[in-house]
């Protein structure tokens, strides 16, 4: 059973930092991709970040990219994302995914196949 559980959310002033975790557990992610996406009001779901487990290869949206870094650790199981600069508009709910897929398929949703509860982040103008 894979499970994804996140952490670090939070309420932020805009121009500030947070740090979001994700803890997997219940296999060997060696060869999937690791994924970040968030969802703000009435929006869709849009992809954030991504890293290859085992090749440690990231991928960024546009909106995130130069500002927002996805890192892991393996001896941990756990996924990060750390979050600098961070605007209003980055509020949303932060979901991380896991899957397995090509690489021009990173960025869309339906090819992860377990995703965590999701957290909170909020930035204040």
């Known amino acids: 059973q894979v499970s994804l559980v996140e952490s670090g959310g939070g309420l932020v002033q805009g121009g500030g930092s947070l740090r979001l975790s994700c803890a997997a557990s219940?296999?060997?992610?060696?060869?999937?991709?690791m994924g970040w996406f968030r969802q703000a009001p009435g929006k869709e779901r849009e992809f954030v970040a991504a890293i290859g487990w085992g090749s440690g290869s990231t991928y960024y949206a546009d909106s995130v990219k130069g500002r927002f870094t996805i890192s892991r650790d393996n001896a941990k199981n756990t996924v990060y994302l750390q979050m600098n600069s961070l605007k209003p508009e980055d509020t949303a709910v932060y979901y991380c995914?896991?899957?397995?897929?090509?690489?021009?398929?990173?960025?869309?949703?339906?090819?992860?196949?377990?995703w965590g509860q999701g957290t909170q982040v909020t930035v204040s103008s």
């Open positions: 995914a896991v899957g397995v897929m090509a690489r021009a398929d990173i960025s869309l949703s339906p090819k992860y196949d377990y």
């Open positions: 219940g296999r060997t992610f060696s060869s999937y991709v």
